[in-house]
């Protein structure tokens, strides 16, 4: 959970705070390494997100004593402490991991599949609801108004009742509980996502509609290639721009959505798209702090059904060398090595960085020199 800068500044001499600004780049190279470590465990991983993925052990013995190794290897090769969850279902191997996180007698490593069923339902007992995987602090409080109070609670619900009454997402979220799994991978052994969001807070309020094109622009190019590396195509795409909640003015929030031509992932049909939701949801007296893009309804590239009457189709669908030869040069080279005009503007939106630590590890010239 973040906390604004601004509510703990005092701390920095009071209290000896040392503050740091967020180094992305090292962060990516460091996250690689450990999912590279992990890679060696299993032969089908999921990369869930930068600190967090999935192995999948069937047919694995002592998976307990696998999951201490792999934690010892990703903390002697990286320096990354971790924690490891076992279980039947992703749902349960989450719950594991949270068990590993805040119960010491676990020392690290939560084995739920290889629990009685009686002592599983204990430890899901202590466990408040909103701590369950899809739950989060919206659902929680609904649910705790129905009852529901504990993992444990949910796990006893009925899925075609709870389906019925919130969504899908729900009932399986109950058999996966269960130990039922009900989320499949593809044939690779890895899963899309279902939506490709980038979004940033500003480095200063930004007022006028030039600077957030610029910002939504780059968000835009970010989103996309993340779609190509996908190998996915986007139907439709969501921009969203908001104003401090910290600050006295009144809060504001707008979004707008757009409809894609065609499926794509085309960088600048999505930033044309883009730059057209942001004006429809811009309003000038509003000092922004913060904006984002979402692309979704996305489908595998290269099977999505064309529209033969529509006299856009054509220029919809551009070249898919041009943006492959793009994401080469910037993979080379670094991100934004090509990019679009829209993008090359001052960048008076873009996050500050005063405190930024070097790239340690991804640059040479930021290599530390040890002299003996």
């Not at 060696?40 to 694995?60: K, N, R, T, V, W």
């Not at 969001?197 to 509609?209: C, E, H, M, Q, Y």
């Not at 290639?225 to 996915?232: I, M, N, P, T, V």
Request: proline share 5%; charged share 20%; hydrophobic share 40%.
């Amino acid at each position: 959970m973040g906390q604004p800068w601004h509510e703990i500044r005092h701390l920095e001499r009071a209290a000896g705070l040392v503050a740091l600004s967020a180094n992305f780049e090292l962060y990516a190279d460091m996250s690689d390494r450990m999912m590279g470590v992990i890679a060696q465990f299993a032969p089908d991983q999921l990369i869930y997100s930068i600190d967090e993925c999935f192995l999948f052990l069937q047919g694995m013995q002592k998976t307990e004593e696998l999951g201490r190794s792999l934690r010892e290897r990703v903390l002697y090769w990286t320096g990354i402490p971790t924690c490891v969850g076992i279980g039947a279902s992703y749902t349960q191997a989450k719950l594991a991991n949270h068990l590993a996180k805040v119960q010491p007698q676990w020392r690290g490593v939560c084995d739920l599949a290889a629990l009685p069923r009686r002592e599983m339902g204990a430890l899901m007992r202590g466990v408040p609801v909103g701590e369950v995987w899809g739950i989060g602090r919206r659902l929680a409080p609904q649910l705790q108004a129905a009852g529901i109070h504990t993992a444990l609670d949910l796990a006893r619900s009925d899925p075609t009742v709870m389906t019925q009454r919130y969504s899908v997402v729900m009932g399986r979220t109950i058999r996966e509980l269960r130990g039922t799994p009900c989320i499949e991978l593809d044939d690779e052994g890895t899963a899309r996502r279902n939506q490709v969001i980038v979004s940033r807070s500003f480095g200063k309020a930004i007022g006028d509609l030039a600077g957030l094109k610029e910002a939504i622009a780059t968000f835009t190019a970010i989103a996309a290639q993340r779609l190509r590396a996908q190998g996915s195509v986007a139907g439709a795409l969501q921009v969203f721009i908001q104003n401090s909640p910290f600050r006295a003015e009144p809060f504001f929030t707008a979004s707008r959505s757009m409809r894609l031509v065609s499926p794509t992932h085309h960088t600048p049909a999505l930033a044309k798209a883009a730059g057209a939701a942001l004006s429809a949801a811009y309003r000038p007296d509003i000092r922004y702090t913060k904006a984002g893009v979402m692309l979704y309804d996305l489908k595998d590239a290269g099977v999505e059904q064309l529209d033969m009457f529509n006299q856009e189709t054509a220029t919809a669908r551009p070249p898919a060398k041009l943006m492959s030869a793009v994401d080469a040069l910037n993979g080379r080279f670094g991100r934004g090595t090509v990019r679009m005009s829209e993008e090359m503007g001052p960048k008076e939106w873009a996050t500050k960085q005063e405190r930024l630590t070097p790239a340690y590890t991804t640059r040479w010239e930021c290599t530390p020199i040890v002299r003996a």
